[in-house]
């Protein structure tokens, strides 16, 4: 990889060059991150992957806090990377500034809207990258390029000075290639006052109805992944993780969430600047602008179900299976349909965790066809630290197997 050129694999922004250099000698010294455009850096300005956003906002005047922490820290930022516009979608396509090769799947997507930090990271451009994940922009991308990701307990890490697109649903979230790395960052990112006290995970739940959405040789990989990791659990159970309801109305649900909220973030700048969006852009914010407050209402109460659900099937020392993203990466320029094929079928597998507001992580554990497929974990709110242990620790076992 050393002989890649980030001109090669298109997931470096060229409306700006950002570099920034980290303290010495701090943890994370020596070691480089790209970072999605969304996040503030002073005297730069982001693109959020539309050319109408950099042409009508003046720099930022304050780094974000997330990423000022990681530059203390020690690591260097080695430049911004390209997000699929406003962060909306899955395959990480964008029609302004082009699609980011997948080094782990030739002619196939990186996956979205993460899509620049995931690719640069699978290509070993950066030794980590910070994404955002608000429905699966972070566990889709880890599944499809191979590496590892997470999306963190909501709340657990400040959003401020990063652009906003469903705030109830919206977190940080980051790539490496190791686990060590991945919890290395955690422990720099992570806001110990959220902190659940360590609890040894001790309970699988199968999540029988998340992998019914996959196809057959998808599901029968998985899970023999899954019984792989079963023998460092106590107790391993298969459920239904939807309990009564079915994951198609969850999937439903959070897209009242994303496309509500999407639009009243974007509102104010869509009516006075009149920009120029994609057309599933466009489609997105009309979605979003015809749904009432009322049906929001409501949505709020059908959530609060869903996170009472999930709380009690996720106990301390608990861990969820599922997948982490709807199959393997599809080709570039599949179309639209195969585009929304894709945002369905996850909406059904990867609503749970926003919903909740709990964290999951995406360990690269699978191959279909030679494809990558990562198999999905999740734990309790605050349980962040015990799922990046967990991979850790099951990275090594598989090492020394």
């Given at each position: 990889?050393e002989n890649i050129q980030t001109t090669d694999i298109g ?107 995931a690719a640069a990271t699978a290509a070993g451009l950066v ?227 926003p919903l909740a507001g709990v964290p999951q992580i995406s ?39």
């Open positions: 990889m997931a470096f922004c060229t409306h700006d060059s950002v570099f920034i250099e980290g303290k010495p000698h701090e943890p994370l010294s020596g070691l480089t991150f790209a970072l999605k455009d969304i996040y503030d850096v002073a005297g730069h300005t982001c693109c959020c992957g539309n050319p109408d956003w950099i042409a009508t906002h003046s720099p930022a005047i304050k780094t974000a806090p997330v990423v000022q922490r990681l530059i203390d820290a020690g690591a260097t930022l080695a430049g911004m990377s390209i997000t699929e516009e406003l962060v909306m979608g899955l395959t990480g396509e964008n029609p302004f500034y082009g699609t980011p090769i997948n080094i782990a799947a030739p002619g196939r997507v990186t996956g979205g809207s993460s899509s620049g930090s030794d980590f990258a910070l994404g955002s994940d608000t429905g699966g922009s972070v566990r889709v991308p880890a599944s499809f390029c191979g590496i590892y990701g997470i999306r963190p307990t909501h709340g657990r890490i400040s959003l401020r000075s990063v652009m906003p697109f469903a705030p109830s649903l919206d977190t940080a979230g980051w790539f490496a290639r190791e686990p060590h790395l991945l919890a290395q960052i955690g422990n720099q990112l992570l806001r110990a006052e959220d902190r659940k006290s360590f609890t040894k995970p001790q309970r699988l739940l199968i999540a029988r109805d998340a992998f019914a959405v996959l196809d057959e040789d998808a599901q029968a990989i998985l899970m023999t992944a899954v019984r792989d990791i079963s023998e460092h659990f106590d107790v391993v159970e298969d459920i239904n993780m939807a309990g009564s309801d079915s994951l198609a109305d969850w999937s439903k649900l959070i897209a009242v969430f994303r496309e509500y909220e999407g639009w009243h973030s974007h509102r104010d700048w869509i009516e006075n600047f009149q920009p120029t969006l994609s057309k599933n852009g466009a489609m997105r914010m009309a979605a979003g602008a015809k749904i009432g407050v009322d049906v929001y209402n409501k949505a709020q109460v059908s959530r609060d179900t869903v996170r009472s659900h999930l709380t009690h099937l996720l106990e301390p020392g608990t861990v969820l299976a599922l997948p982490a993203a709807p199959g393997v990466a599809p080709l570039q320029n599949s179309g639209p349909d195969e585009s929304w094929r894709i945002v369905e079928k996850n909406g059904r597998i990867n609503s749970a965790s360990l690269p554990l699978c191959k279909v066809n030679n494809l990558p497929l990562g198999l999905g974990l999740m734990a309790e709110a605050g349980g962040d630290e015990m799922l990046l242990d967990l991979a850790v620790k099951l990275a090594g076992t598989r090492a020394n197997a």
